[in-house]
């Protein structure tokens, strides 16, 4: 392997095939930037195919709802995010929202439709109105499918399964990025004007994850090591609804359309929770509510509860959740037109990430961060339902057009330190490929997920956070020394998982030490010993970087505007 590495120029390098990768891909080739994306899988492979639900704009589609409005929708979404949300960001993206929509509509979007033709909404958890756009139960798949439909016309190029290795920086700038192409095994250079990291969440972090396999904290880990800083990563949210046993998502919609949750006592227990709310609370309430079910002997054996859904009708199940009848036939034999659903919660979403502007831009100049691997600081604490989708798009594009008026401007960099790069690079391929050491990648692995869903879950407390932190610090030096087994080149995936299991446990440290640092309980972070919200202390974002190899914790403000701080009550 010691030919010159293969080199690909490009004004704007991709890295992911998502939402936001795709959105942003649009935006770019049609203002005729030189656009590729790079990605770890087939786009249309992408975790956000799996996004179910809908996404959120004030349209008022809804009858008797007409009054809704982006500057309601922005309240919920800062309630929402217990008050840590940037409230300019979530202004951007409120008011942005309907004419992302109606944009993707135009596209082609087959939304599903009010008996007037418009885009039908139904209610998500912590909103005020019914403003949650939905295609049946399958709203990313159909959006990212007409985005890719949209991309086959236009001049962008594809890199599928490579998976990048480093970002490119010289005299403190990013110009381009590094790969191993799986198929052949060899590691490739894309000298580029700008880099946009797209790369989803970090949600294989967690033994019990919603998450594809393939969201592994690439994107975060990667911005860390080149000097870039991450925000709130101990904000991990978990969804209060995974069928139980496969941890497969099961929608918000369906408490949306009239679902409810039920302990083993044949309870509604939510009202002790959310009075008002009841089931469509925000995740934070309804996954802690269950939680404590289990642990106080109210859910089922085997830690679940039910979600119900036999009063809805065969009818209503068919038409706006086929998808998840379909899941519960095929992965718990279940057909929930007749019988209730088994569900726990499970690690749904990272709030926390690459710390950006409402421009994507990062402290790195020429390095762009979008979606859920950022954090422009719309959900805070917490995310509503239905926000997810939207972030992709309206931040996706903002991120490109900041770009396009960006590398408009700039020459193309040298390739020389690209080249470079996927040459030390190759190099350490072909060193991970010969080490002999005992340590299995699935062995280390397994004990990393199960070590944060333990001491970093939904309840937290600071001595098994000590505890959690010492067995990632262990980790880190068992994987040093792993190896991978299979030392061939080609579709070497006990390669790629050892990469991601390097970029994991990163992640993963920022994630426990900001979480050990924040003595209180706001969202989705909830300590045991420390059960209140203290704003005096920590109404402040966190902020993780590297120096000298280690993690530092540091504090940045929070931007206040319409909506002061006040006590959540649903």
Partial sequence: MGARAEVHAHDLVIVGGGLTGLRAAL??????????????VHPLRSHSVAAQ?????????APGYEEDTPEAHAFDTVKGSDYLADQDAVAVMCREAPAAVIELEHMGVVFSRTEEGTIAQRPFGGAGFPRTCYAADRTGHTILHTLYEQLMAADVAFYEEFFVTSLVTDGGRCTGCTALSVPPGEVHAFPAKAVLLATGGFGRLYSRSTNALINTGDGA???????AMLKDMEFVQFHPTSLAGTNILITEGARGEGGILLNREGERFMARYAPHSLDLAPRDVVARAIETEVAEGRGFPGGYVHLDLTALGAGKIMARLP???????????????????????????SMGGIAVDDGGRTGVPGLYAAGECACVSV????????????????FGRRAADGIIDAVNARARPDPGPAVEAAAADERRVAALLGREGEEKVPALLRDLKETMYRSFGIFREEQKMQDGLSTLTALRKHAAGASVGDRGRRFNQALVNLLELEDLLLVGETVARGALMRRESRGSHTRTDFPKRD?????????????DGKVVISYAPVTIGT???QERVY
């Fill in 53 to 61: 639900g809908g996404i959120n704009a004030a349209l008022g589609n």
């Fill in 535 to 547: 704003d005096e202390r920590y109404l402040r974002h966190t902020m993780a970087g590297l120096a």
């Fill in 379 to 394: 959900h805070g604490a917490n995310r509503l339902g239905g926000n997810s989708l939207l972030e992709t798009v309206v």
């Fill in 323 to 349: 998808g998840i009848r379909q899941i519960a036939l095929d992965f718990a034999g279940i057909d929930p037109v007749a019988e209730p659903l088994p569900v726990q919660p499970a690690q749904h979403y």
């Fill in 221 to 227: 880990a990667l911005a860390l090591r080149a000097g």
């Fill in 563 to 565: 909506f002061e701080p």
């Fill in 27 to 40: 935006q770019a080739c049609r203002a005729g930037v030189a656009t590729a994306v790079v990605s770890k």
